[in-house]
């Protein structure tokens, strides 16, 4: 079962611009995670909010997660072209106890020079 | 750094045939996980262990078994491959922590494809 939900599905922009990703989840977490997948490669961890956290940044990202809503979104700031892949939001989605995420479906971030 | 490698890249085999996909951690996480990726699906959990010689159902756990006899190793097995078992296969581990969800390390995954 899908707890995450992102949207877009697909972004293209161009270097420089600001990309937004947004992710909306179904039952309550104690924290949410931002990865990134290049073509045809494995994830990578980019950012983990808690669930009592409004907002974190890294670098040129900026999380923000609202509970009561239920979503989260991605900022990427000034976008590269190395920033294209697809990034997927993942959620703990209320654990039995044995640490699994749940991932959503993914946005397609093409960022052209 | 954490480093998860799988065995193989590519893979080609044919319907009923016995597929092993091998995954091996280095920084000694007790979680492992096994997903297949599928275009419009994203991520979808087949297994994962806590432990040695523990393992738990995922989410599409049929067709699939694995093994788990080592802690740094984590094995899929696909006991008679079927076509709509062609897939990326990714493996994955984290650390088990007691409060929270840790962050999870991929390998960069496995395209199998089965004729």
């Known amino acids: 079962s899908q707890q995450g939900e992102e949207d877009p599905q697909a972004l293209s922009i161009q270097e420089g611009e600001n990309a937004t990703m947004n992710c909306s989840y179904k039952t309550s977490i104690n924290n949410l995670q931002w990865y990134r997948q290049n073509s045809g490669r494995g994830l990578v961890h980019l950012i983990l909010i808690r669930s009592n956290e409004r907002e974190k940044h890294s670098g040129r990202l900026r999380v923000t997660l609202d509970t009561s809503k239920k979503s989260s979104s991605l900022l990427i700031t000034a976008s590269r072209a190395a920033d294209t892949a697809s990034y997927f939001c993942?959620?703990?989605?209320?654990?039995?106890?044995?640490?699994?995420?749940?991932f959503g479906t993914g946005t397609r971030l093409l960022v052209s020079p | 750094d954490v480093k998860v490698t799988q065995s193989s890249r590519y893979l080609v085999k044919r319907t009923g045939e016995k597929v092993f996909l091998e995954c091996v951690q280095d920084?000694?996480?007790?979680?492992m996980f096994w997903y297949r990726q599928d275009p419009g699906l994203g991520l979808r959990l087949i297994y994962f262990?806590?432990?040695?010689?523990?393992?738990e159902k995922g989410d599409i756990p049929e067709g699939y078994s694995v093994s788990r006899e080592k802690k740094e190793r984590f094995s899929l097995i696909l006991e008679s491959a079927s076509t709509n078992q062609t897939s990326m296969y990714l493996c994955?581990?984290?650390?088990?922590?007691?409060?929270?969800?840790?962050?999870?390390?991929f390998g960069p995954g496995t395209r199998l494809t089965v004729l």
């Open positions: 993942a959620t703990d989605a209320g654990n039995t106890g044995f640490q699994k995420l749940v």
């Open positions: 920084m000694d996480h007790e979680n």
């Open positions: 262990s806590y432990d040695v010689k523990m393992k």
């Open positions: 994955a581990s984290s650390l088990r922590d007691r409060g929270d969800t840790d962050t999870q390390y």
